[in-house]
């Protein structure tokens, strides 16, 4: 199995940057899809983006698009979420995942998850 760990949550103005990492320990990280989720105070888990095993393609929620990017470093075992623009709404608890298959815009469709880390929006 995989462990993963997210750093680089904080509290940011609007319009302000973050990037956050997702460091994996265990297996190949290169054998797993990756995703970023992401959960307010009293909302659902909500799919952020996804990125394959390779790199190669991604995915991201229509809302996001222009704003966060996903990408992935295989040799290093980490993946990033960049996020710019952001806005009070995009206050949450972010988390990675990682499924050994394609990836998936739900969460049943991920078995391997990090702790999360916090992302403050301040207007």
């Known amino acids: 199995q995989v462990q993963l760990v997210e750093s680089g949550g904080g509290l940011v103005q609007a319009g302000g940057s973050l990037r956050l990492s997702c460091t994996a320990s265990?297996?190949?990280?290169?054998?797993?899809?990756m995703a970023w989720f992401r959960q307010a105070p009293g909302k659902e888990r909500e799919f952020v983006a996804a990125i394959n095993r390779s790199g190669t393609s991604t995915d991201y929620t229509d809302s996001l698009k222009g704003r966060f990017t996903i990408s992935r470093d295989n040799a290093k075992n980490t993946g990033y979420l960049q996020m710019n623009s952001l806005k009070p709404e995009d206050t949450a608890v972010y988390y990675c995942a990682a499924v050994r298959a394609t990836f998936g815009v739900l969460p049943v469709q991920y078995n391997y998850w990090g702790q999360g880390t916090q992302v403050t929006v301040s207007s």
């Open positions: 265990g297996r190949t990280f290169s054998s797993y899809a």
